[in-house]
């Protein structure tokens, strides 16, 4: 469980520091098997949803952490990060109205970036 909050923590300062906006996150612990957290995140281009998901790989990696899959990077409209207690949904915004995972995933408990901070 201190893992997964600790790369919760370390996954939002990397999309922050790619000026990632609306940056969510879902505690799905109590409707779901698949991970802990689900992270939402939106970049205003391709190129950007890139450079957040890179950096979120590179700064979970310097701790130790490796994705188990990373899907959609070459299109870059939804990368999915598979880090199995967290997953990292990182959209171009267009495509995250069209998808809309805090609707489908609206029974999750919606937690606040600060809830991560020690």
């Known amino acids: 469980m201190e893992q997964?909050?600790?790369m919760v923590k370390l996954?939002?300062?990397?999309?922050?520091?790619?000026k990632?906006?609306?940056i969510r996150i879902i505690d799905i612990r109590q409707v779901s098997v698949l991970a802990d957290y689900f992270i939402i995140a939106s970049g205003?281009?391709?190129?950007q949803v890139q450079a957040m998901t890179d950096n979120v790989e590179e700064i979970l990696g310097k701790s130790g952490y490796e994705p188990r899959q990373i899907e959609g990077y070459r299109n870059?409209?939804?990368?999915?990060?598979?880090?199995?207690?967290?997953i990292?949904?990182?959209?171009?915004?267009e495509d995250?109205?069209?998808y809309d995972l805090e609707r489908i995933w609206r029974d999750g408990?919606?937690?606040?970036?600060?809830?991560?901070?020690?």
């Open 76 to 86: 870059a409209n939804w990368i999915l990060m598979d880090y199995g207690d967290i």
């Open 44 to 47: 205003s281009n391709a190129n």
């Open 4 to 6: 997964a909050k600790e």
């Open 96 to 98: 995250r109205l069209f």
């Open 11 to 18: 996954a939002i300062h990397a999309l922050e520091d790619k």
């Open 88 to 93: 990292v949904h990182v959209f171009c915004r």
């Open 20 to 22: 990632g906006e609306d």
């Open 109 to 118: 408990k919606i937690m606040e970036a600060g809830e991560f901070q020690n």
